[in-house]
Structure formats: structure tokens, C-alpha cells
């Protein structure tokens, strides 16, 4: 199916409904073992990123990793191809092997039609402490 559209595969939790990655494994909030695997879109959105001027052996340095934002506001971190994109920049992500591979959208804001959308201006995390 070389003419699909890429996409990322998330998972639902069948017992509380929370959405996450990886697709396997349980329940990151209710330990449930059972989970639907289903797919998004590989679109994303930078929430932090981070360079580690001395990685591990074999890594490529400066390694760039990236926090992102993707469907259902699942976050996921993405080891970035190319330079290092800001703080609330479109990007693309695909699963390599075990890894989340992060590129920047080439599309520019005004040729997806998003523009200055409230959530391109937000610059705190959105994140909710686990309870
Ligand atoms: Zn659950």
C-alpha cells in the first residue's frame, strides 16, 4: 500500500479509555492489560526540545530529541532528523524499529489553512500531573 497516508498507531485503554504509546504493554494510568490499537495521523506538534551534546556511544552527536504532541493529545518523544524545530512547530513523526523519528512539515501554517490557531500561540504545557 505504497499509497497510503503515514500514520502513527496509538492505543485506548478498553477498562478507562486513556489513549497512549507504545502500542503494547498495559495501561500507563490503570495497569489494564487490554488495549485497541488504532491509527492517527503522523502529524505533530513540539512541545520541548533538547540536544545532548555527549550521547551514548554510537549516537550521533549533537543528538536532538524532541517532546511531542499528537492526536488525543498523546505525548511521545521523537529522536529529530535535521536541525531542531521550535517550540510549537508542525512536525512529522514515524516509528523506526523502536524509535519515534521527528522531521519538521514542510507544508507552511497558511498552506495546511491553520494560520494563527490558538494552539500554534500556546506556550505552557498542557501537561496534567498523574493523581
Ligand atoms: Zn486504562
Redesign the pocket.
Known sequence: MSDAVPTLELSR??????RYVPTDG???????AR?QPYPVPDAGRVVAVTELAYPAPGWPAPHRLALLEVADGVRLLGVIDGPAPPVGAPVRVRLDGATYRVRADEASPSERGEGESPRARRRGPSFEPPR
Do not use: Y
Open positions: 485503554c478498553e477498562a478507562c479509555h486513556h498495559p495501561c500507563p494510568k490503570c495497569g489494564a488495549a
